[in-house]
Nanobody
Framework: HVQLVESGGGSVQAGGSLRLSCVASGYTVGRYCMGWFRQAPGKEREGVATIASGRGSAYVIDSVKGRFTISLDSAKNTLYLQIDSLKPEDTAMYYC???????????????????WGQGTQVTVS
């Protein structure tokens, strides 16, 4: 039974930083593609970053490049999303997702991800 549990969200002022964590159980972090998605009220779920194994396969979408960093710690079986220079438009529920797809090239399409966390809310004012 795969379980993904996110944490680290919160309410912050613009310009601040947050580090989101996603602890996995029943799933090996770093073996297959994993990603971070976000969904703002009234908008579709958007993929923002993916990673397969190691830093070399990390990818973030252009609109957050330079501010978002995805990484993983295999020893802790944990996926991270570092968010710097937060903007009000980053306000959304952030979800961790895991797939059974081998990297290094990972899709941002939500349908390819089999497992999802419950989400962690990020609010920027």
């Amino acid at each position: 039974h795969v379980q993904l549990v996110e944490s680290g969200g919160g309410s912050v002022q613009a310009g601040g930083s947050l580090r989101l964590s996603c602890v996995a159980s029943g799933y090996t972090v770093g073996r297959y593609c994993m990603g971070w998605f976000r969904q703002a009220p009234g908008k579709e779920r958007e993929g923002v970053a993916t990673i397969a194994s190691g830093r070399g396969s990390a990818y973030v979408i252009d609109s957050v490049k330079g501010r978002f960093t995805i990484s993983l710690d295999s020893a802790k079986n944990t996926l991270y999303l570092q968010i710097d220079s937060l903007k009000p438009e980053d306000t959304a529920m952030y979800y961790c997702a895991a797939s059974n797809v081998l990297g290094p090239y990972c899709t941002l399409g939500p349908s390819r991800y089999n497992y999802w966390g419950q989400g962690t809310q990020v609010t920027v004012s």
